[in-house]
T-cell receptor, first 114, second 114 residues
Framework: DAGVTQSPTHLIKTRGQQVTLRCSPK?????VSWYQQALGQGPQFIFQ???????QRGNFPDRFSGHQFPNYSSELNVNALLLGDSALYLC?????????????FGEGSRLTVL | AQSVSQHNHHVILSEAASLELGCNYSYGGTVNLFWYVQYPGQHLQLLLKYFSGDPLVKGIKGFEAEFIKSKFSFNLRKPSVQWSDTAEYFCAVNLMEYGNKLVFGAGTILRVKS
């Protein structure tokens, strides 16, 4: 049973560029959430996707956008990268059918912005 | 704004010592509470959770946590730590009316000396 998979694992970009991160949820899960974990901090909620729509959003600017596909996989896009966007980006999946609040996390995509 | 506070950012213990990591949250409504653990080089994993019922919950690897509603606390304990417990521990709160959105504390890095 595959867990949550994310790609790429590491990437380096320069300021102003755009990046796309990808996530495949755990088998049987239909909801995907994205979190940003800066160095020395806990994960911060970016947004959540369910039924191909953004359902909730954290305190992140519109430069952060996402998408969910019919197979429940998801993408996180960040435009006009800033140095402060350097962080570990975590994808978490859950089921809308139960286990309220229990998330399964991937290993993350570490983004470095130079 | 809702927040989660973890009292210690770094804890160093010798093997067989007892562990208690503090966690407090600021939110007056119904919550689900979690402790996640991140071992070196691995993804976040669920250690234990509290939804309702007995406020003393037991998790994997001998960990337990006690929910004290009047103190808005959910402290993590283990009677005797092992070297393999070296990891970063995150307390997280799911605010029920906000769906599956977790608010995380900043984390506590535990190092167990053998």
């Amino acid at each position: 049973d595959a867990g949550v998979t994310q790609s790429p694992t590491h990437l380096i970009k320069t300021r102003g560029q755009q990046v796309t991160l990808r996530c495949s949820p755990k088998s049987g899960h239909d909801t995907v959430s994205w979190y940003q974990q800066a160095l020395g901090q806990g994960p911060q909620f970016i947004f959540q996707y369910y039924e191909e729509e953004e359902r909730q959003r954290g305190n992140f600017p519109d430069r952060f956008s996402g998408h969910q596909f019919p197979n429940y996989s998801s993408e996180l896009n960040v435009n006009a990268l800033l140095l402060g966007d350097s962080a570990l980006y975590l994808c978490a999946s859950s089921s809308s059918l139960g286990g309220a609040g229990e998330l399964f996390f991937g290993e993350g995509s570490r983004l470095t912005v130079l | 704004a809702q927040s989660v506070s973890q009292h210690n950012h770094h804890v160093i213990l010798s093997e067989a010592a007892s562990l208690e990591l503090g966690c407090n949250y600021s939110y007056g409504g119904t919550v689900n509470l979690f402790w996640y653990v991140q071992y070196p080089g691995q993804h976040l994993q669920l250690l234990l959770k509290y939804f309702s019922g007995d406020p003393l919950v037991k998790g994997i690897k001998g960990f337990e946590a006690e929910f004290i509603k009047s103190k808005f606390s959910f402290n993590l304990r283990k009677p005797s730590v092992q070297w393999s417990d070296t990891a970063e521990y995150f307390c997280a709160v799911n605010l029920m009316e906000y769906g599956n959105k977790l608010v995380f504390g900043a984390g506590t890095i535990l190092r167990v000396k053998s």
